[in-house]
């Protein structure tokens, strides 16, 4: 046992290295970064940090970058639960191929459809805006988000639909004020891979907006200059950029760990 806990406890400190060292670069000035190794920062500074926060070319692209996300994450839910509802209790022609070719559309690499989605885009007038990102993700996270309520939704049994309609409750409300909650867990664990997914999905975001809806990602970039790349700078903006996934896991964690022991995750 005492074997087992070592051993997991140097797996845990082995997996938490690149993390600290992002935060001990972001803590570090650049001479300091690039003239040795040191475990911890010798002359801490949160300059790193002030220029992100001070700088609208930064904090712009972070509230880009999560307003497109959240956007992203809501749409792809609302359009995924009716479908998942659908091919968990209904059985028509083609529905295994259907729910077969919803699938293999998340298969398909994102630089496949950047050329396509940027021509669209730009003649109906949504190119460089947070919705543009937004609805070329749901391309991806709907199939995905389908896949994964329809094995939560499979799982609650069918008398509890019929007990509804017997009492009286119209599709709609039974749908949210009874259906929805029993499968809160599944509706967790699909938030967060949809969250996930697009927030650090680089191709689409960066080909699909130039200025005003710019992502973090492709802010980071200009850390780059004729004087070398800004490594404190480019530390900070990594460990800002950690925060929002860790946020949605940490509250979502309790889905999370259904969604491993009951669903199709």
Known sequence: MLRAR????LYILLLMLPIYWLVNMSL?????????????PHNLTFENYRRIFTDPS??????????????NTVLSIALALPAAYAFSRYRFVGDKHLFFWLLSNRMAPAAVFALPFFNLYSAIGLFDTPLAVALAHCLFNV??????LEGFMSGV????????????????????KIFTPLVASGIGVTAFFCFMFSWVELLLARTLTSVDAK??????TRTVSASGMDWG??????????????LVIWFVRNYIAKGFALGRV
Request: glycine fraction near 6%; proline fraction near 5%; aromatic fraction near 14%.
């Open 6 to 9: 070592i051993v997991l406890t």
């Open 28 to 40: 570090k000035t650049n001479t300091e970064i690039v003239s040795g190794l040191t475990l911890w």
């Open 58 to 71: 930064w904090y712009s692209g972070y509230l880009n970058s999560l307003q497109y996300v959240v956007l």
């Open 143 to 148: 199939p995905l988000a389908v896949w994964i």
């Open 157 to 176: 049994p069918r008398e509890i639909d019929e007990t509804a309609y017997l009492d009286g409750y119209s599709f709609s409300h039974f749908f949210v």
């Open 215 to 220: 992502p973090i990602a492709a802010t980071m």
């Open 233 to 246: 700078l480019l530390a900070a903006a990594g460990v800002l950029t950690i925060l929002p996934g860790a």
